[in-house]
Nanobody
Framework: QVQLVESGGGLVQPGGSLRLSCAAS????????MGWYRQCPGKQRELVAT???????NYADSVKGRFTISRDNAKNTVSLQMNSLKPEDTAVYYC??????????????WGQGTQVTVSS
């Protein structure tokens, strides 16, 4: 039901910045917690940052102080501002949407991913 489309990935030098965006459709955006995950080469997908329906944010330790997640409910978008990028940030970044379902479960939706490459 919920469709997520990421954009903004690309190649950037270490220390540079990049801004990722995710456009959502097919649901009531303000009801969903949103997040960004990434999958580094040869590793499992990991949480990067989340933002709740109440605009509370949470970050992985590896990106604290460098990345900022935000949401615009009027535009149905969530963004990830990435500063001071490091080669280890290289990954496919995925947008995530989460809705609390019945029996205390969560329903998750995922975007197709966008490639971020940090290299000199």
């Amino acid at each position: 039901q919920v469709q997520l489309v990421e954009s903004g990935g690309g190649l950037v030098q270490p220390g540079g910045s990049l801004r990722l965006s995710c456009a959502a459709s097919g649901g009531i955006f303000s009801f969903y917690s949103m997040g960004w995950y990434r999958q580094c080469p040869g590793k499992q997908r990991e949480l990067v940052a989340t933002i709740t329906v109440g605009y509370i944010t949470n970050y992985a330790d590896s990106v604290k102080g460098r990345f900022t997640i935000s949401r615009d409910n009027a535009k149905n978008t969530v963004s990830l501002q990435m500063n001071s990028l490091k080669p280890e940030d290289t990954a496919v970044y995925y947008c995530n949407s989460r809705l609390l379902g019945g029996s205390g479960t969560f329903v998750n939706y995922w975007g197709q991913g966008t490639q971020v490459t940090v290299s000199s």
